[in-house]
């Protein structure tokens, strides 16, 4: 048994490294590091060594297992629907068991170059009746399940897992960052109904829509707040560092620029026009998939929608109901915490590969209560 007192996270973006180390025994002991803004990965894994000697120094304990929360333009969610025959015999755990195993054993198959993150049971539907949850001693003919698998690319997990094994340090669970910020906040919030959050990243657009407790679909998009730089940097010719300085400063003073030229409204439409492309991108992936008339409600998040807030959101054009959530260093860290730490009646959990040491079989699948 662990005699560890913290639990550590690390969220690996493209441009920023954060991590968050919780203190099991005291929720109101923990500690946060994160790295610089950069462009490009040459000081990566020295980014990493700092924040685990910070960490360390912090706790007074060597870290020798994180949980890794990771984004991908090239993550992506399946989602498959199974079926089994019971002829009136009772449900039993054993046989959602083999279907999800079942499922989960296609998704190896056909997506070869991914890892399964996240195995999402999104209803139950037994003799015609749809079930959020398993229900308790019920007897049935028929029953099917609708599930989502949450897949990360292969590649990239595999590339932090050598990275961290450098530093003698094992990855206990891997989470979709976008899908554990986006229900820590809609319970923070509140959120109910349609609601949908776009996790605007360095290089890809996150779509994770909700309806009340269910969630619909993880959409990707392959644009994020590095197209908004370029875009900038192209229109008004201008290396790539500066317009990065304009994007992110764009309501300040703008003396600092050796360019008098440059306007704070043709910055305000270069960056509009590309926030209105993304949220009509995400509209209609949302739209797609949703089961519901109503109308939408969007929350926008991530580092690359923080160069807006609210005070904007009426200069943009779109005609959905629009909010900007602020996020923070210990906002970001605590999601991953909360997910891990915190029941969740939907999701399947794998037990981690370093845990296993019963039967293959046994040990796959554990429910919450």
């Not at 908004?228 to 003396?255: G, H, M, P, R, V």
């Not at 909010?323 to 939907?346: A, M, P, Q, V, Y």
């Amino acid at each position: 048994m662990s005699n560890k007192n913290f639990q550590t996270f690390f969220d690996c973006g493209s441009s920023k490294i954060r991590a968050g180390t919780f203190n099991t025994n005291d929720n109101d002991e923990a500690f946060y590091f994160e790295s610089e803004f950069f462009t490009d990965k040459s000081n990566f894994e020295l980014n990493i060594q700092k924040i685990i000697a910070s960490l360390e120094k912090s706790t007074n304990e060597y870290i020798d297992g994180i949980n890794l929360m990771i984004d991908s333009p090239k993550m992506l969610s399946v989602s498959i629907s199974l079926s089994k025959k019971l002829d009136g015999f009772k449900l039993k755990q054993t046989n959602i068991q083999f279907l999800v195993q079942e499922a989960k054993q296609q998704i190896m198959k056909y997506y070869i170059n991914h890892n399964i993150a996240h195995i999402i049971i999104n209803n139950y539907k037994i003799d015609g009746i749809d079930y959020s949850y398993l229900p308790d001693e019920i007897k049935c003919n028929f029953i099917s399940l609708d599930i989502i698998f949450i897949c990360l690319p292969t590649d990239l997990v595999l590339y932090l897992k050598n990275i961290f094994s450098k530093f003698n340090i094992l990855i206990d669970q891997i989470i979709c960052s976008s899908y554990a910020k986006s229900i820590n906040y809609k319970d923070n919030l509140n959120l109910n109904g349609n609601v949908s959050f776009i996790d605007v990243g360095f290089n890809k657009t996150s779509i994770i829509s909700f309806l009340n407790d269910k969630i619909l679909s993880l959409d990707i998009l392959s644009v994020g707040g590095n197209h908004i730089t370029k875009d900038i940097s192209q229109i008004l010719e201008i290396d790539l560092k500066n317009a990065e300085q304009l994007k992110c400063n764009f309501d300040q003073n703008l003396n600092h620029l050796d360019n008098e030229d440059i306007s704070i409204e043709t910055l305000q439409k270069i960056i509009f026009a590309r926030t209105e492309e993304i949220l009509e991108l995400s509209a209609k992936s949302i739209i797609s998939n949703s089961y519901s008339s109503d109308k939408l409600k969007m929350v926008l998040m991530g580092d690359g929608s923080k160069i807006l807030d609210n005070q904007y959101k009426n200069k943009i054009a779109f005609y959905n109901e629009i909010d900007f959530l602020e996020e923070t260093l210990e906002d970001i860290c605590r999601s991953g915490f909360k997910f891990i730490t915190e029941l969740n009646n939907k999701e399947v959990v794998v037990i981690p590969k370093r845990q296993l040491k019963q039967g293959f079989f046994e040990k796959l699948f554990h429910f919450f209560k």
